[in-house]
């Protein structure tokens, strides 16, 4: 079973809320390409094509936030809940809540969680709210996480989202929240990369901290990062594209061509994610 844990929907619906064409117009100019919208249908096919079972829609929230076009961004977590009630056996879904609106943030979770069936926190983005992961803002959120019992992933490394820092997504500040809640499921999104190294430290001494590859083309993906993949890390490492910034096809293709373990290989691709999200 091949688990995409990291992609965003580009729905007509999410293409058309305020902002969205403003957070996605520095990723045109980086990356060369234009902004279209995805149904959920194509999204599925797309999906098909790479045999890829289950993907992890996750939602955005910085509504506190007043950034070059985007004050008050935000996807609502109900967009999330209604992808996956149209095709629950295919999508599972993550809420998103801005940590600086502190007790309506954590009702606001708890509401995505036993009410829309959401089961996951991400992405959060640090840099897109100006908080370190581990100030002291944040930690009632994580708290409530603990309380309902699911994974948070925690954007880090590279972004090129208008207006952003990127001081805030080092992935050494994971540590100080893995070490103060041990039992917390932490996903490190894109690596951490260019902090590649302190993300592999963060993961390797904390037990409850593990890592994705989204938002790089497997091919792409430094050695270094191979070889703990390979080894100490392959419990650990998680499929993701960051969809729609990279397709399944391409990012399942290129992580079967990889030097790795065969063993490693099926980790990867689903067992760790089948593993972290309790699926049968």
């Known amino acids: ?163 952003t820092k990127l001081k805030y997504s080092n992935p050494i500040f994971v540590d100080d929240v893995a070490r103060d809640f041990p039992s917390l499921k932490l996903i490190v999104a894109h690596f951490g990369w260019p902090w590649m190294e302190e993300t592999i430290a963060v993961v390797q001494r904390n037990p409850n901290v593990y890592f994705d590859i989204s938002g790089w083309a497997p091919r792409h993906l430094p050695k270094l990062l191979l070889d703990y993949m390979d080894g100490p890390l392959s419990d650990k490492a998680l499929f993701g594209t960051d969809f729609p910034l990279i397709s399944w096809e391409r990012a399942v293709s290129e992580l079967k061509d990889l030097p790795l373990k065969e063993s490693t290989k099926e980790k990867v691709l689903g067992e760790n994610a089948k593993r972290l999200l309790n699926l049968t």
Do not use: W
């Open 1 to 163: 079973m091949i688990i995409d844990i990291h992609a965003h929907p580009l729905t007509k619906e999410v293409l058309e809320l305020p902002g969205t064409k403003e957070l996605f117009q520095p990723y045109e100019t980086v990356f060369h390409r234009e902004t279209k919208p995805i149904s959920l249908e194509q999204m599925i096919e797309g999906m098909d094509k790479a045999r890829v079972a289950k993907t992890v829609l996750c939602s955005i929230n910085m509504e506190t936030m007043m950034m070059d076009g985007l004050e008050g961004y935000k996807v609502p977590n109900e967009i999330i809940a209604k992808a996956v009630s149209q095709y629950p056996d295919r999508f599972i879904g993550f809420a998103c809540v801005d940590p600086r609106k502190g007790y309506l943030a954590i009702k606001e979770l708890e509401l995505a969680v036993r009410e829309l069936g959401l089961v996951g926190l991400g992405e959060l983005l640090p840099s897109n709210i100006e908080l370190y992961p581990n100030d002291k803002l944040m930690y009632p959120l994580y708290e409530k996480v603990l309380e309902l019992d699911i994974p948070i992933i925690v954007h880090s490394g590279q972004i090129f989202d208008p207006g």
